[in-house]
Nanobody, 123 residues
Framework: VQLQASGGGLVQAGGSLRLSCAAS????????VGWFRQAPGKEREFVAG????????TYADSVKGRFTISRERAGSTVYLLMSSLTPEDTAVYYC?????????????????WGQGTLVTVST
C-alpha cells in the first residue's frame, strides 16, 4: 500500500491549506488514518487522527480548533483542513494508515506511511 500526501505549499500566516492523503492500489476504508508532522530539527509529532467511519476524530492540543480531519465516505482519501496557520505549523506533513480501525495518537500502530508534503507558513 502506498499513501500519497499532497496539498502542501507556501502560505501566509493566518491562511489555510487542505492536505489530501490518497491510497494507491487499494482502499483504506477499514482503518484509521492519522496525520503527523515533523518540523526542522524536531521530532515527528501527531497532528490528527480519524477512525474508519469518520465518526471519531482526535487532535493534538496545538491544532485543536484550527485543523479538521475528514475522510470520504466510500473512498480512499483523507483530508486535513488547516486554518489560522502560524509559522509554528511549518513542517513536513505525513499521513499514515493504522493497523486498527480507530483514531489514535499512538504512532506505533500506524503501519503505512506516505512520503510527506511540505507546508511552509510565512510571517
Amino acid at each position: 500500500v502506498q499513501l500519497q500526501a499532497s496539498g502542501g505549499g507556501l502560505v501566509q500566516a493566518g491562511g489555510s491549506l487542505r492536505l489530501s492523503c490518497a491510497a494507491s492500489k487499494r482502499t483504506i476504508t477499514n482503518n484509521g488514518v492519522g496525520w503527523f508532522r515533523q518540523a526542522p530539527g524536531k521530532e515527528r509529532e501527531f497532528v490528527a487522527g480519524i477512525n474508519w467511519s469518520g465518526a471519531t476524530t482526535t487532535y493534538a492540543d496545538s491544532v485543536k480548533g484550527r485543523f479538521t480531519i475528514s475522510r470520504e465516505r466510500a473512498g480512499s482519501t483523507v483530508y486535513l483542513l488547516m486554518s489560522s496557520l502560524t509559522p509554528e505549523d511549518t513542517a513536513v506533513y505525513y499521513c499514515a494508515e493504522s493497523r486498527t480501525s480507530s483514531a489514535t495518537t499512538d504512532d506505533s500502530v500506524y503501519i503505512y506511511w506516505g512520503q510527506g508534503t511540505l507546508v511552509t507558513v510565512s510571517t
